[in-house]
């Protein structure tokens, strides 16, 4: 297959540009090939020549997600406390999430009429997505997981399971979040705290050391969000 050219790189960009804008203002359900098009004054045959048709879209938005998605949470800064960075980054995660609802519904199947191919397919056996955008966002959680296994502070653990344990505890908060189910702003992020401080300590870590890991995290997510994330309760989050 000839390699795209130059400009045909260039209206990919676009086309994917403008379905990520109308994603999130539309919902993943009303994307169409021709609004797409006409947003950059394009044909509609270029979604099929640049991605083979609407299901190649949003493949695209999927892996765009994944990645997306694990850059903003390896940003997150590495500190000498393994499970306050996981914590930490655990924050991003839902940060990401809840910035871009749309987009997620859309990454983890959440959508109605639409058939994406891309998914998750975390199992014991060390898979942990079949496409290597996905593959590679939940490798950030396991090589995270893996500093907290080395630093001692749990016990040997397989870090995949691990990690699809705190991945079904967090998409369960993100998603209850999405849909308003907390109430009050805030809510939300005491139960995932919570749940997530007794799931680190039910791998081994003390409750001691999870409560000031978790202090530790919440400086680091209250310098990345302005100093409107403050410690409510202990081993909760709240909003401010």
Not at 68 to 74: D, F, K, Q, S, T
Not at 160 to 171: C, D, K, M, N, Y
């Amino acid at each position: 297959m000839a390699a795209p050219t130059a400009s045909q790189t260039d209206q990919r960009a676009r086309l994917l540009d403008a379905a990520r804008g109308m994603l999130e203002t539309s919902g993943p359900e009303a994307l169409r090939a021709r609004g797409l098009t006409a947003e950059i004054g394009a044909s509609t045959q270029a979604i099929y020549t640049l991605f083979g048709g609407m299901p190649g879209l949003f493949e695209a938005l999927v892996a765009d997600g994944f990645t997306g998605l694990a850059r903003h949470v390896e940003a997150v800064p590495q500190t000498d406390d393994s499970v306050a960075d996981f914590f930490a980054r655990g924050g991003a995660y839902c940060d990401w999430a809840l910035i871009n609802p749309q987009c997620y519904r859309l990454m983890f199947g959440l959508t109605k009429g639409l058939r994406v191919q891309s998914g998750l397919e975390i199992t014991a056996t060390g898979t942990l997505a079949n496409f290597p955008e996905g593959q590679a966002a939940i490798e950030v959680m396991v090589r995270s997981l893996d500093r907290v296994i080395a630093a001692g502070r749990v016990s040997p653990v397989d870090s995949v399971v691990a990690a699809g344990q705190f991945l079904s505890a967090t998409h369960g908060y993100v998603l209850l979040e999405i849909a308003g189910a907390f109430g009050h702003e805030g809510e939300g992020l005491q139960i995932i705290a919570s749940l997530a401080s007794n799931l680190m300590v039910g791998l081994g870590d003390s409750r001691e050391a999870v409560e000031r890991s978790l202090l530790a995290a919440t400086a680091t997510s209250r310098e990345a969000h302005g100093g409107r994330i403050r410690l409510a309760t202990p081993g909760a989050f709240r909003l401010v």
